[in-house]
């Protein structure tokens, strides 16, 4: 519950939409209709794998007409933790699913003159509801999607379908690559440019609008990490005097959720910072894996972001 | 049974005044005998049956009088209503909030109906009846946010969130304590809150920025504010100020209990959903001292509040010079009992 109001979803339908990727169409389970959300917003999706709680964040891709329905695409990663498999494997049609209120931490920025999206592989999908809501708008915008052959590309048929020659395709089977020193240096003053994709990707996008002189403040970016997992180590809940032990592929918010405490969380991505906990003590290092602590506050050895971070050493003790 | 909306005025000849329910249900700020600066914010839930904060949206017997006197300021001053252009999507958003809330817990004084994108509203009180397309704004006699605002008690900012930073990009500002979109509009949080004494010391600007940031889609907050104001007036603006500053030199022994009123504004924060702005409302409500001390409890509490105030906080809430007429008069009240804690009259 500390992730906000939920919902809950039945699957209504599901589509293979490359080999890997898979589009889910979420419909509200009451009737009633699903939250208008605003482009960029993602949803915690929350799987009961037999006793087990697995919860991972999704963009959205649209709301059907109606209301009634969200779609999300989910990439089969082949060292999921399990959520990813979970979603390929044993969810089905039909299947009951429980979803957080949308939380958009990758909006839109409304008082720019115009929108480069960019997007790499799965990261299309909040590209993909940026892309209609920038064209109900009548804004400025342009469309750049890389994939990695045509097979690859899901979303390409239908982005060119709704946005026509405002689309840019990139195969990398083709040695088509984005080339980000020319799609910067003439856009506008005002441009804002938004990319989601692998990390690399995202790095290069970054490094390359810099390099043309932009304003970090136009350049926008979303990555959700999947926790990397590690060695195991303990966990010791100062105020609930309780401890727990966090496996190798679990991460130290699913330990603490499965000990019984309802600890804070958003995104569970390491980027909004709601899950952020006091260290009271700590045998090893914290390793940090967050894209929210200051390089100071990692330093300090007092914060950490349960989410994505973890600890390399024997006993970690929270004030939670 | 419905409401029963008060002819009375805020200004001129001041007939405004409480019935004794609107006193009971008076969101009277202090938990405690003394005050100080915290963010106090806590989730905008269902409150008590026939309390302020039962709905999310309240409207109270002054409904009909509040918005004539809206009318009133806006004539005279167009720019106490104000939207920069990409606020647009929030300021549907905010139509269908106000909308729905209102016709759901008021029925009978308020519909609303809805066929696909066309809605049709209905507005007793106002005697308003308008069909028009959500979304397109030349089907609407004002702008969206006008429009709606016009039929709405409080004030209301629409805050924009950009790069980790909320910036005041629209509002109806007609009930303020002392402050103005005009000088405002467009500013960022550290500047619009620049002015405030103590509290940026405390950290308290920061941590409240850096939880706003975060505030989520379907889980509203709320925070109580307070200050004083002379004669029952709603509208003590900056651009008003030679109108109502000199209010505070007319205070006196004979006529405190009925001239100075204890002002409390009900501040609610939504994250709206198309546009991922955040509407801030600023519900105002006034009360008499002669009405205040009808609470006992009231009563022995607000004058120890206001003896144990801060000269800073006296200071900003401009109360200085008549603070010590409104202890005295408080006083009489105060037989130096116990009070128990929490808000509520016992």
């Avoid at chain 2, 109502?244 to 205070?251: C, I, Q, S």
Wanted: proline share 7%; charged share 25%; aromatic share 8%.
């Amino acid at each position: 519950m500390s992730g906000g109001v939920e919902i809950t979803v039945r699957v209504a339908e599901i589509e293979q939409a490359t080999a890997s990727v898979k589009r889910f169409r979420l419909a509200s389970a009451s009737g009633e209709p699903l939250p208008v959300f605003s482009a960029g917003s993602h949803v915690v999706v929350s799987m009961d794998d037999g006793g087990h709680r697995i919860r991972n964040p999704y963009s959205l891709i649209d709301r059907a007409p109606d209301g009634l329905s969200y779609r999300i695409g989910v990439l089969r990663t082949p060292n999921s933790r399990g959520g990813s498999i979970f979603m390929h494997e044993r969810v089905s049609v039909g299947s009951e699913l429980v979803i957080t209120m949308p939380v958009n931490l990758f909006p839109l920025i409304r008082t720019g003159r115009k929108h480069v999206l960019v997007a790499g592989g799965i990261g299309v999908t909040p590209i993909y509801a940026m892309a209609d809501e920038l064209r109900s708008q009548n804004a400025p915008y342009e469309v750049h999607y890389a994939m990695r052959d045509e097979a690859n590309g899901a979303f390409a048929a239908e982005l060119v379908e709704r946005h026509g020659d405002k689309v840019r395709l990139y195969r990398d089977d083709a040695r088509e690559i984005i080339r980000v020193e020319e799609m910067l240096p003439n856009q506008p003053l005002g441009t804002h440019l938004y990319v989601c994709g692998p990390e690399g990707m995202i790095n290069a996008i970054l490094a390359g609008g810099r390099a043309a002189g932009w304003p970090v403040e136009n350049l926008h970016s979303e990555r959700f990490l999947a926790p990397p997992g590690g060695a195991p180590f303990s966990v010791a809940l100062a105020k609930a005097g309780i401890t727990a032990e966090v496996g190798p592929h679990q991460s130290l918010l699913e330990a603490i959720e499965e000990a019984g405490v309802d600890a804070p969380y958003l995104c569970r991505g390491g980027a909004c910072g709601q899950c952020v906990t006091t260290v009271l003590s700590f045998e090893g290092e914290l390793i940090h894996n967050d894209h929210y602590l200051t390089d100071e506050e990692k330093a300090s050895g007092t914060k950490i972001m349960t989410c994505v971070s973890r600890l390399n050493g024997r006993e970690l003790v929270l004030d939670l | 049974m419905g409401l029963q909306f008060k002819t009375e005025t805020f200004r001129d000849d001041f007939t405004f005044s409480n019935s004794p329910e609107a006193i009971h249900r008076f969101p009277f700020p202090f938990d405690s005998d003394s005050y100080m600066y915290s963010v106090n914010i806590e989730q905008h839930m269902p409150g008590p049956p026939k309390s302020h904060v039962e709905f999310p949206i309240d409207i109270d017997e002054h409904y009909v009088a509040e918005m004539q006197d809206r009318a009133m300021v806006l004539k005279e001053d167009p720019l106490r209503c104000q939207a920069l252009p990409h606020m647009l999507t929030a300021e549907w958003d905010l139509v269908e909030l106000l909308m729905e809330s209102m016709s759901k817990h008021y029925p009978e004084h308020f519909s609303l109906t809805k066929d696909g994108d066309r809605w049709h509203w209905v507005n007793r009180p106002l005697g308003i009846d308008q069909r028009f397309t959500f979304g397109d704004t030349a089907t609407l006699p004002y702008p969206p946010m006008e429009y709606v605002t016009r039929q709405c008690q409080g004030d209301f900012a629409l805050i924009d969130q950009r790069n980790d930073m909320l910036f005041m990009d629209a509002g109806m500002i007609t009930t303020q304590a002392d402050w103005s979109l005009d000088f405002d509009i467009g500013m960022s949080w550290t500047e619009w809150h620049g002015p405030v004494p103590l509290a940026h010391d405390l950290g308290i600007m920061d941590r409240a920025l850096k939880f706003l940031l975060n505030l989520q889609q379907g889980r509203p907050v709320r925070r109580l504010n307070w200050t004083m104001t002379v004669n029952p007036r709603l509208d003590t603006s900056p651009e008003n100020y030679h109108k109502w500053g000199v209010d505070r030199t007319t205070v006196t022994p004979e006529n405190v209990g009925d001239k100075v009123h204890l002002r409390v504004e009900l501040q609610a924060l939504w994250r709206l959903p198309r546009s991922n702005a955040i509407v801030f409302s600023i519900r105002c409500y006034l009360i008499k001292m002669s009405e205040l001390v009808t609470i006992p409890k009231w009563g022995r509490r607000f004058p120890r509040i206001l003896k144990g105030l801060p000269p800073e906080l006296a200071e900003y809430k401009g109360l200085t010079r008549y603070r010590d007429m409104t202890i005295k008069y408080l006083e009489q009240f105060d037989d130096g009992a116990p009070t128990s804690p929490g808000f509520f009259p016992d």
